[in-house]
DNA sequence: GTCTATAATTTGATAGAC
DNA sequence: GTCTATCAAATTATAGAC
């Protein structure tokens, strides 16, 4: 992967996460990389599979940021999800990357609709087996929900708050207060 | 309100929905509806003023589907919003307009913005005033964001059984266990 | 309210030179 | 790997007739 290819996906995952799968396009990142739209076609074929690649990359890097540590709690593995998906939004005020192309399943390509569907799937597996338990995989669901529906509340109401209020009930032991 | 703008509303709701902002144009609701595009202005002046006024029926008609019934519990209240959300995604697989295009609102017109972070606040307060409490506001901000992710994790997975594990645990007293 | 016609722009993608 | 040149299609929007 070279260098003028990593920076397009930087670009790419940036817009798509702050306005959808519409809301890049092959001649803005071209111009922001200081080249022509045609050599983006260079580096990724299509818009598709360049919005796969985005994906396949953030998957990656989002799950080895939630690795699981040694004797962690299934509070801490909560905390884990918690703490990734915050810094997103904190750092630049946008989505997951898989949040906002999973609600517009129905615009996506295939290719990227799967690598969305298996970014959860595998969220979800990972964290039901931290969380333990007989409820685990609905509390598993159930978190990841509430941090993706806590950067909607985020980002409609211009708020950074909405997220910290919607994720501080999802440790029930301190009912939403932070010891 | 002509019937014509109606279905003209009806149509780019369900294209919202189901692929954002960008997903629905005026040449194709015209074609849906059997006019031309440019009889479309004559109902709407501009794409923006459409979605505008999709999101203000769309507010008006969830937040009366709600309606708090007298004499409701907490949890009462929490389930009028669990089964409202739920009845969207049940009847045809898509998103909450006002989820969807809060998540894409790097994309979108100001005044489209302004509608949508005025439906979660309104959500919000009216949620929060039902549950009570001393963490009634951070209660209101988890169950909707646990619903509009919900409607997320549902899309991606294509199962509309992840709305129902992630809504399960909304309801701590009986800990994901339905009586 | 709806039409024809059209402007001005943007888009994803390709062919082929260097 | 990047370029020029280009295509075919789609987009939002407007002017003006009926």
Chains 1, 2 share one sequence.
Do not use: N, W
Not at 16 to 32: K, N, V
Not at 42 to 65: C, G, I, Q
Not at 111 to 136: H, K, M, Q, W, Y
């Amino acid at each position: 992967m070279s260098g003028t290819a990593e920076r397009l996906l930087d670009l790419a995952e940036a817009h798509i996460r702050d306005r959808g799968y519409a809301g890049f396009s092959f001649r803005e990142l071209a111009a922001e990389v200081g080249i022509k739209s045609a050599s983006v076609h260079h580096h990724f074929p299509t818009k598709a599979a360049m919005a796969k690649a985005v994906a396949e990359r953030y998957a990656k890097r989002f799950l080895a940021s939630v690795e699981a540590k040694p004797d962690e709690s299934p509070d801490d593995a909560i905390d884990a999800y918690r703490g990734a998906v915050r810094r997103t939004i904190q750092q630049d005020g946008r989505m997951c990357l898989c949040g906002i192309l999973g609600a517009e399943a129905g615009a996506l390509p295939p290719e990227v609709t799967a690598e969305v569907g298996s970014f959860f799937r595998r969220c979800i597996e990972d964290l039901a087996g931290r969380v333990r338990g007989p409820d685990a995989y609905a509390r598993a669901h159930h978190v990841i929900a509430t941090l993706e529906g806590g950067l909607i509340l985020a980002r409609a109401c211009g708020d950074i708050g909405a997220f910290d209020r919607a994720a501080s009930a999802l440790y029930p032991s301190t009912d939403g207060r932070v010891s």
